[in-house]
C-alpha cells in the first residue's frame, strides 16, 4: 500500500501563488505516475496534471496550462504542483494520486485525502 500526504494549500489571494507538495510512503513513487486533481463542492473530481514516473513528460488540463507547474522528486518520494496567478475559479479541494496508467481520468490507484486552496478576489 501507498499513503500520500498533500500539503501546501492554504487562502491566498487571486494573482497569488502555492505549491502543494505531496508525500509518498509506503511505496517508492518512482514506478508510479503522479498526478493531481481537484474536486469543489458538488461537482465530479477534475483532472489537473499529471506526470511521467521518471518526469520526463507531463500533461496539463487548458485550465492550467501556463500558470501550473507538476513535478517530482523521486529521491524524496514527493510530488508538487506549482500553481501561479491563481484565481478564484481555482478554489478546490486538491487531491494527490499514483497510478500505473497515463489516464486524465480518476482512475489511479493510490489517493491522499487533499488539501484545501481557497483563492480570494
Known amino acids: 500500500q501507498m499513503q500520500l500526504v498533500e500539503s501546501g494549500g492554504g487562502l491566498v489571494q487571486a494573482g497569488g501563488s502555492l505549491r502543494l507538495s505531496c508525500a509518498a510512503a509506503?511505496?517508492?513513487?518512482?514506478?508510479?505516475?503522479m498526478a493531481w486533481f481537484h474536486q469543489a463542492p458538488g461537482k465530479e473530481r477534475e483532472f489537473v496534471a499529471h506526470?511521467?514516473?521518471?518526469?520526463?513528460?507531463?500533461r496539463y488540463a487548458d485550465s492550467v496550462k501556463g500558470r501550473f507547474t507538476i513535478s517530482r522528486d523521486n529521491t524524496k518520494n514527493t510530488a508538487y504542483l506549482q500553481m501561479n496567478n491563481l484565481t478564484p475559479k481555482d478554489t478546490s479541494t486538491y487531491y494527490c494520486?499514483?497510478?500505473?496508467?497515463?489516464?486524465?481520468?480518476?482512475?489511479?490507484?493510490?489517493w491522499g485525502q487533499g488539501t484545501q486552496v481557497t483563492v480570494s478576489s
Open positions: 494520486a499514483a497510478g500505473s496508467t497515463w489516464t486524465t481520468s480518476p482512475a489511479y490507484d493510490y
Open positions: 506526470i511521467s514516473p521518471a518526469g520526463g513528460d507531463a
Open positions: 509506503g511505496r517508492a513513487i518512482s514506478s508510479y505516475v
